[in-house]
């Protein structure tokens, strides 16, 4: 397939992309829709960019090329990252969906290292009433370990003493 750039007739398969991104190069579509160069939708404020500002028209021919729409090569690398990309982010979806069901709060953040000692300890199953079934009595003293950790080791400037 030919298709006219700067003027000219070329194969699609001869777009010199790095060149183009180096030297500039002119938007010649006619109009918004499909772009044989960038071989991408263009809508009409896209279209509108690719012609008017030499940044978007570089940045587009960049995104192209990285997707490798002229490289098979290049363009079997990039989908697989995007499949891989896509496999990571159900993999985090499901682990924030485990956590929020299992009651942890993703959003509580931690006073200090006490707090976070107990979230730990909480993940590993290990509680106060575990620890206090352990001891055969109540009153462990996780609360004010946990109390003093969070004073002496805070995240925020609060309990913390001048030096």
């Not at 021919?61 to 090569?73: C, P």
């Amino acid at each position: 397939m030919f298709v006219q750039t700067q003027g000219k007739f070329i194969m699609q398969d001869e777009y010199d992309y790095e060149k183009m991104s180096k030297e500039g190069f002119e938007c010649d579509c006619e109009a918004a829709g499909y772009c044989p160069l960038l071989q991408k939708s263009m809508t009409q404020r896209l279209h509108h960019l690719c012609k008017t500002d030499v940044r978007y028209r570089t940045l587009f021919l960049q995104t192209a090329t990285m997707k490798g729409v002229h490289n098979n090569e290049v363009r079997k690398n990039y989908d697989r990252k995007m499949r891989k990309k896509t496999e990571m982010d159900k993999t985090a979806d499901m682990a924030i969906k485990e956590m929020k069901d299992s009651g942890i709060d993703i959003n509580k953040h931690s006073e200090g290292l006490g707090d976070t000692i107990e979230k730990v300890l909480n993940k590993f199953g290990i509680n106060q009433d575990k620890i206090e079934k352990i001891l055969g009595g109540p009153g462990c003293g996780c609360s004010e370990r946990k109390t003093w950790f969070n004073k002496i080791f805070s995240y925020t400037n609060k309990g913390k003493q001048d030096e």
